[in-house]
């Protein structure tokens, strides 16, 4: 693939976006903007999420460039075991779709996101996760985002960036707020 400008993306890197605090998304979204101003396609799997997030209204303001779809339950999942069946088949029908995606010489950046927390929940294993790098084309990016990516998954990316929490208005009781958080 290439960019409007006519240079070529070359292998394509994996990127991990990951950590305990807010922007992992919001990351990836940025990347995805970045590249929709060079005339590139961005595919967005959300791994369990289906609640309204203000980011569903902008991609759909920025079509065809990025393209969002949920796998996911209105609803926050809750670590159980067995994990809920529903939430299970909802992961795997969205990693059928993203790997789709990823090999469907569509897209320039394909981006798998909250996928990293999806093992911690039992609805996918990290072999899965690292299974799709390896089928990962040339000329496109790879980009994981959630919580307790596992050193294996971090070992097999290119560019990994944590973020951290330093201070969070949410310690005094603030919690999600719609255009900043939702």
């Known amino acids: 693939m290439t960019t409007r400008k006519g240079r070529p993306l070359g292998k394509g890197y994996v990127h991990v976006y990951?950590?305990?605090?807010?922007?992992?998304?919001?990351?990836?979204?940025?990347?995805?903007?970045?590249?929709?101003?060079?005339?590139?396609?961005?595919?967005?799997g959300q791994f369990m999420k289906g609640q309204y997030y203000g980011e569903l209204e902008a991609a759909r303001m920025s079509s065809p460039y990025i393209t969002i779809e949920q796998y996911g339950k209105d609803t926050?999942?809750?670590?159980q075991d067995p994990p809920n069946e529903e939430d299970v088949r909802m992961a795997r029908n969205g990693l059928e779709k993203a790997r789709k995606a990823l090999?469907?010489?569509?897209?320039?950046?394909?981006?798998?996101d909250e996928v990293i927390t999806a093992p911690h929940f039992h609805l996918i294993s990290l072999e899965e996760m690292l299974e799709s790098i390896k089928m990962k084309p040339d000329g496109v990016e790879l980009v994981f985002t959630g919580r307790?990516?596992?050193?294996?998954?971090m070992d097999a990316a290119d560019l990994v960036t944590e973020m951290k929490e330093i201070k969070?208005?949410?310690?005094?009781?603030?919690?999600a707020r719609d255009g900043i958080e939702c």
């Not at 926050?76 to 670590?79: A, E, K, T």
């Not at 307790?148 to 998954?153: G, K």
């Not at 969070?168 to 919690?175: L, N, Q, T, V």
């Open 18 to 44: 990951t950590g305990n605090s807010k922007g992992k998304t919001t990351a990836a979204l940025g990347l995805a903007f970045r590249a929709m101003g060079r005339g590139m396609k961005t595919y967005f």
């Open 76 to 79: 926050f999942i809750h670590v």
């Open 103 to 112: 090999l469907s010489g569509e897209y320039s950046i394909v981006v798998f």
């Open 168 to 175: 969070h208005y949410a310690d005094k009781g603030i919690f």
């Open 148 to 153: 307790y990516a596992p050193q294996a998954l």
